[in-house]
């Protein structure tokens, strides 16, 4: 029998996966790494802690599953995006990586969209300069490091660095490369126009790759410290959420993927670059060739509630922290929680804008705020199903991945605030299952991404919204919608003293 490994390139962990050819999971390892946050808004980790964790992951993997390496064709990759990793000519990191939730480069894209014009930068990248971005990372180093960005020569997205470490070969994908501000994302190239403007040469960027092209085998000797065979083919893979549409089956107009890990997706399947949100939303490549996908970001979703969980119950696990949670009705009895713990993203890109709770009054118990951290993070996802409609497109079934798709009140949740059906799947395994059909895709396995889905992809539960509870959260979203410019002005007051 032959197989395939999914390696999912996480925020706190890495996980791979090895399945076979009807899409069975056979076994799955992974390693967490540590994140440091030196100054409020800064996200950074090492990136060679990536790259033991996952050849320690991939070793425990081909242990515990007993299959020879000779029947584990080839792997891939999903990788969170956004993150810069500089490397000098030797091809070592000058620094550590600056993560896609570090929000410390707020003058850099206002200097991005003074050099290239906003407008400009619309029609090229399709997206809007965030604080999330890796160019605004770039000239933040550049800045404020000019002696450590001397010595750069090239960059790499977190994903790529790793795929780079294993094989040698320097490559970045274009569902990843979307996410740099640098690329045309329509015409599938580095953008020269914008390199000009910024003052970086065009060997800054490295080649650039379709998500299932085959990039090389692993080097000798990371094979041999991983368990698997130095002819194991390696295919480029996809940024996380390009992986996650991938693995839920979003191959075709109509259908809508809800993630939640660490920041929060609402994805919708693009089958060409014509439609322009202008900022609005993201637009990135597809890890499909020659497709695309328009998304909505919450920053912190799932880290809202790994915040509230390490806070308020440190020591609880989740299922002893959500008891109860379905019991109380929505609203919490009037209880609203907005989930800016690190800023947001859609529809407001604010890097200064902190999270809130709402209405607390003394009857109030820890159910209460719990099922409000809940609302909140769906509350902020529906801001992005809001503007697909409103842009004219149907979301009407929307498939959940993720750790808001492990609970079912969650679930249920999901279906009454986006009032349509959530469909949760038999074997969610996100983006790490995305990267594993690439390289079963990459491997010959299946003619198509599609016919791989078919086989791989495969629907449990469907939730329906209750009538009743979308009526509710009809009117508690538009309280919610007016929180941000609620205090918008009072977190600008407070943001002095954050780092003091």
């Known amino acids: ?34 994140l440091f946050h030196e100054h409020s808004g800064w996200s950074e980790q090492r990136p060679d802690d990536w790259v033991n964790g996952t050849v320690e992951a991939l070793r425990e993997l081909a242990e515990r599953s007993g299959v020879s390496p000779d029947e584990i064709e080839g792997l891939s990759f999903s990788g969170q995006m956004h993150g810069l990793v500089l490397l000098d000519a030797a091809g070592n990191p000058v620094r550590n990586a600056i993560l896609w939730n570090d929000t410390r480069t707020t003058a850099e894209c206002r200097e991005i969209e003074s050099l290239v014009g906003k407008d400009r930068l619309l029609t090229i990248t399709r997206n809007p300069a965030l604080e999330g971005f890796t160019l605004p990372k770039i000239l933040w180093v550049r800045k404020h490091e000019p002696e450590v960005f001397a010595r750069a020569v090239s960059f790499l997205l977190p994903k790529d660095y790793l795929r780079y470490r294993l094989t040698g070969a320097l490559h970045m994908d274009y569902s990843d490369a979307a996410g740099t501000l640098l690329l045309d994302v329509a015409n599938k190239r580095w953008s020269s126009d914008v390199l000009e403007a910024v003052s970086l040469p065009a060997s800054f960027a490295p080649p650039l790759v379709e998500s299932q092209a085959l990039t090389g085998t692993l080097l000798p000797e990371r094979a041999a410290a991983a368990g698997l065979n130095a002819d194991t083919k390696v295919f480029a893979g996809g940024a996380d959420n390009a992986c996650g549409a991938i693995g839920s089956g979003i191959l075709q107009e109509g259908l809508t993927m809800c993630s939640i890990g660490t920041s929060g997706v609402i994805l919708s399947y693009e089958a060409t670059s014509g439609n322009d949100f202008r900022g609005k939303v993201h637009f990135f490549n597809h890890g499909k060739e020659n497709a695309f996908y328009a998304m909505g970001v919450t920053l912190a979703a799932g880290y809202s509630l790994s915040w509230f969980k390490q806070t308020f119950a440190k020591g609880e696990s989740f299922d002893e922290l959500l008891q109860g949670v379905g019991d109380v009705k929505p609203g919490a009895k009037g209880l609203l929680f907005t989930p800016y713990l690190v800023g947001e993203r859609t529809p407001h890109a604010d890097s200064v804008i902190r999270g809130s709770f709402i209405g607390i009054d003394g009857s109030h118990e820890r159910v209460h705020f719990a099922r409000a951290v809940m609302e909140g993070i769906t509350f902020s996802l529906n801001e992005s199903v809001d503007m697909f409609r409103q842009a004219g497109k149907t979301v009407d079934t929307i498939i959940s991945i993720g750790g808001g798709a492990s609970n079912p009140v969650w679930l249920q949740m999901q279906a009454d605030i986006f009032n349509a059906e959530v469909v949760s799947l038999e074997n969610e395994q996100g983006p790490g299952l995305g990267a594993a059909m690439l390289a079963a895709y990459g491997c010959g396995w299946f003619d198509s991404l599609e016919a791989c889905a ?47």
């Open 454 to 500: 078919e086989l791989f992809v495969k629907r449990a539960s469907v939730y329906k919204p209750d009538p009743a509870a979308v009526d509710a959260y009809g009117g508690l979203f538009r309280i919610y919608q007016d929180v941000y410019a609620s205090t918008r002005a009072l977190n600008e007051g407070l943001q002095a003293y954050r780092n003091s």
């Open 1 to 34: 029998m032959s197989y395939v490994i999914g390696v999912d390139l996480g925020t706190s962990a890495v996980k791979v996966l090895l399945l076979d050819g009807s899409g069975k999971v056979a076994a799955e390892a992974s390693r967490d790494y540590p």
